[in-house]
């Protein structure tokens, strides 16, 4: 689970859904949910075509 006072990630955000394989990395197209919620949902835009949600306690964001 994430920590709730952590900063949401903004829209144009790269991130990556699994550490091990860089080709899962994607960049954030909007938010769903507050800085309340326990694990507020992204819709990703995936680097290899697609898009899809996932909670943010799943994504790793670039520092």
Avoid: N
């Avoid at 920590?3 to 903004?10: E, R």
């Avoid at 326990?38 to 520092?63: K, N």
């Amino acid at each position: 689970m994430t920590d709730t006072k952590a900063p949401l990630p903004v829209i144009g955000s790269r991130c990556w859904r699994d550490l091990i394989s860089p080709e899962s990395g994607a960049t954030v197209l909007s938010l769903e949910g507050d800085s309340s919620d326990a694990d507020p949902m992204v819709e990703l835009a995936y680097d290899e075509g697609g898009s899809g949600w996932w909670p943010l306690s799943t994504l790793v964001f670039q520092q």
